[in-house]
DNA sequence: GTATATTTGCAATATTGTTGCAAATTGTTT
DNA sequence: AAACAATTTGCAACAATATTGCAAATATAC
């Protein structure tokens, strides 16, 4: 089966165009995207309130995440399976690469555990790490 | 002498009234700032061109330094000693409080390194943890 | 104190994100 | 398959955030 439709079905959202196109840019795409890429690949042009609308109920549903980083974006990708509604585990290390410009999930790579000061009670950790990616390394 | 004055002269920048203000709101606070703190929270009001201004070369001369965050806004905090135009060196774990939403600098506690798969070379790391602050925790 | 270089503030403009509401689309029921 | 209810979309307006050029003001060097 088709496995856009497989995950907004398996979510409970009803299949508009938009949401098949987004989801699917995602799917094909192997790093992060940024709302500006979205709005600027996919074939039909949605109305940027669609696409922010969309990123939202996906954010909501566990269907993507959210990456940090330091100039003024939001990135999102794809989450794995064992993200939900209401409840995320994205707690693997995000690789931004200083070349291609290409934010990556390593989703094997998890987020290091570390010593906090006392009174500290950490809920929710992210990793960004900028450098060469595998891909570029080569040329 | 002025701990102000100091960094900025070290850094070889003329000393104005508005970096003579930001840079202090720097040292006294314990956080991290948005631009929105910065512009409310100087005595006397800059224009907001002139904060974006000196934000960023506080920044290039190795100041203050960007935290990554997931909700789009950018910021900042006060670099440690080893920081220098161009060179930053804030590995330290960043700590966002959900009830005092405070961001915090653990110049103590270093992001750990990780291992990546084959050919990705970091030469950057950052973390971000949220939870809750000592200072929270204890009310 | 004067000259030179730098910085500031204003105005204009660009980019990014949000909200209300009517029209269109999707899912549901018969 | 048609009709109804619920959801989603696009438009318009708006709000917030960020950037640039340029003349006036300020800081540093001499």
Same mark, same amino acid.
């Given at each position: 089966?088709?496995?856009?439709? #497989?995950?907004?079905? +398996? ?7 938009? !949401? !098949? %196109? ?6 094909? @795409? $192997? ?8 709005? @600027?690949?996919?074939?039909? @042009?949605?109305? !940027?309130?669609?696409?922010? !609308? ?5 954010? %909501? ?9 330091? $100039? ?7 989450? +794995?399976? /064992?993200?939900?509604?209401? =409840?995320? =585990? ?8 200083? %070349?291609? %410009?290409?934010?990556?999930?390593? $989703? #094997? ?5 570390? /010593? ?8 929710? @950790?992210?990793?960004?790490? +900028? ?9």
């Amino acid at each position: 089966m088709n496995q856009t439709l #497989d995950i907004l079905k +398996k979510n409970g959202l009803s299949v508009t165009e938009g !949401r !098949r %196109e987004i989801l699917n840019l995602f799917i094909q @795409s $192997d790093g992060a995207l940024a709302h500006a890429d979205i709005e @600027s690949n996919t074939k039909i @042009s949605f109305d !940027r309130v669609t696409v922010y !609308r969309t990123l939202q109920t996906f954010v %909501e549903n566990g269907i993507i995440h959210q990456i940090p980083t330091t $100039d003024n974006t939001i990135l999102y990708a794809l989450c +794995k399976d /064992k993200c939900g509604a209401g =409840h995320h =585990h994205d707690e693997h290390v995000h690789f931004i690469c200083n %070349e291609c %410009e290409k934010t990556i999930c390593l $989703d #094997d790579v998890t987020v290091p555990s570390v /010593k906090f000061p006392k009174g500290f009670h950490p809920l929710q @950790s992210a990793m960004v790490v +900028k450098g060469i990616c595998s891909d570029c390394r080569k040329n």
